[in-house]
């Protein structure tokens, strides 16, 4: 089992900065990939981000240019750097990993989630 737990959320003015963080604990023997999914009044769960841990980033369209996420192995942490934010960003969000347990089998997991308002 992985517990996420999130945090860095909160109110910020339009344009302005944020980060986030998500740390994985619990029992497993690798996470393969972190992320952010976010998911806004009325809207479906999108796509902000994912990184796998040999590094390699994807992200949705909405954070192409403006959101970088990073990841430290070490301490099976991501990060979720927030920048030019707009109202449209306001959301819950996410975070995601796929881990293999001890078993060598992979599990989805997801954090409760982190409320990101930016104000206009």
């Known amino acids: 089992q992985v517990k996420l737990v999130e945090s860095g959320g909160g109110l910020v003015q339009a344009g302005g900065s944020l980060r986030l963080s998500c740390a994985a604990s619990?029992?497993?023997?690798?996470?393969?990939?972190m992320g952010w999914y976010r998911q806004a009044p009325g809207r479906q769960r999108e796509l902000v981000a994912t990184?796998?841990?040999?590094?390699?980033?994807n992200y949705g369209d909405s954070a192409k240019g403006r959101f970088t996420i990073s990841r430290d192995n070490a301490k099976d942490t991501a990060y979720l750097q927030m920048s030019s934010l707009k109202p449209e960003d306001t959301a819950v969000y996410y975070c995601?990993?796929?881990?293999?347990?001890?078993?060598?089998?992979?599990?989805?997991?997801w954090g409760q989630g982190t409320q990101v308002t930016v104000s206009s």
């Open positions: 995601y990993c796929n881990a293999r347990d001890v078993s060598s089998w992979y599990h989805d997991y």
């Open positions: 990184i796998t841990s040999s590094g390699n980033s």
């Open positions: 619990g029992t497993f023997r690798s996470i393969n990939v």
